[in-house]
């Protein structure tokens, strides 16, 4: 199954229902998004359905709430959403990146060093192999 890339209203959603790491209620994510967002319990459960849809979420109803079960999980979808910004917006270039990384974003020494531990991860990797 290909999996899409999703507008921000429903990757709001989706993450809403990563974070609780279970089955939701349509009641639960109503709330939520009110509560974040001021949205309207319409568009909440017009985009659910568009999930349900897209097959993003499994959808069940009991009693007076439907249930939502995720289909995608986070991980799943971030990469898809990084191989996309990888290859689209950086041409699949590594160098690319890194430049963009240094000269956007303020990189904290804990950052560094994780990026300096994951290089060191590859090499030894490319060792073994």
Excluded: A, C
């Excluded at 990563?18 to 009110?34: A, P, Q």
């Excluded at 909440?44 to 097959?55: F, I, W, Y």
């Excluded at 939502?68 to 999980?73: G, H, Q």
Aim: avoid cysteine.
């Amino acid at each position: 199954m290909t999996i899409k890339k999703l507008p921000q209203s429903e990757l709001k959603i989706m993450k809403f229902i990563w974070k609780s790491d279970s089955k939701v209620t349509s009641r639960d994510i109503v709330l939520g998004m009110e509560q974040k967002y001021q949205w309207k319990q319409t568009t909440t459960l017009t985009l659910l359905s568009r999930l349900v849809v897209k097959r993003f979420l499994n959808s069940q109803k009991i009693d007076k709430y439907t249930h939502y079960e995720v289909l995608i999980k986070e991980k799943e979808y971030i990469g898809v959403e990084t191989r996309d910004f990888f290859r689209n917006i950086h041409d699949s270039s590594i160098k690319s990146l890194l430049l963009s990384l240094h000269e956007n974003i303020n990189l904290s020494k804990d950052d560094i060093l994780l990026i300096e531990e994951w290089i060191k991860n590859l090499k030894e990797e490319e060792k073994d192999v």
